[in-house]
């Protein structure tokens, strides 16, 4: 696994939030800044903020009150955004937009498992090909439960990816 980026700090950390907040004004995106610059959005927002960024307009909402944000977060999860498109278009991590969420009770009930569900029933999924996170997905366990589910019940897990793509066009 390669290094992340360099951590940011003093002059370099100014510098970049300067031209961050240059590109911003000009037009660009958070989601937009953070592909270009290689950093999170949440890293992004912090350094607009930093340097000290206004824009209340969604999605960016710069510059107002955590109560503010959380007023328009709820009012536009109520209008049916996800909590991923949420975070995904303002920058904002998903467990502080869920936290908001909250302060303002519109935040979704946790997850409920299929009570029906076996274990068995997700090794005879997993052996029929499904990953662990479409296992996950369709049933409304986490990923880790699925995977820890898996290993005690002792299958071998597969490796990532999808071997059927990484082995296609091989001669037999």
């Known amino acids: ?7 940011l700090r003093g002059e370099r950390r100014a510098r970049l939030a300067r031209e961050l907040a240059g ?6 995106t958070i989601p937009g800044l953070a592909a270009t610059t290689g950093r999170s959005p949440g890293l ?6 930093e340097a000290n960024v206004v824009a209340p307009a969604w999605p ?9 944000l959380a007023e328009v977060l709820a009012e536009r999860y109520r209008r049916g ?18 936290r908001l969420l909250e302060q303002q009770d519109a935040a979704p009930a946790p997850r409920q498992a299929s009570s029906a569900l076996r274990p068995t029933d997700l090794v005879e ?4 090909g499904r990953s662990l996170r479409q ?16 290993l005690a019940a002792g299958i ?3 490796s990532r990816g999808n071997p059927a793509a990484r082995h296609a066009g091989r001669d037999s």
């Open 1 to 7: 696994m390669s290094p992340g980026p360099t951590p």
């Open 23 to 28: 590109a911003f004004g000009a037009g660009e």
């Open 81 to 98: 955004a996800s909590m991923q498109a949420l975070s995904e278009e303002s920058g904002i991590d998903r467990r502080v937009v869920r």
């Open 156 to 158: 071998t897990l597969r």
């Open 135 to 150: 296992l996950a997905e369709q049933t409304g366990l986490s990923y880790a439960k699925v995977r820890d589910t898996l």
């Open 44 to 49: 992004v927002r912090r350094l607009l903020e």
């Open 125 to 128: 999924l997993y052996d029929g």
């Open 60 to 68: 960016a909402c710069l510059g107002i009150s955590q109560q503010r």
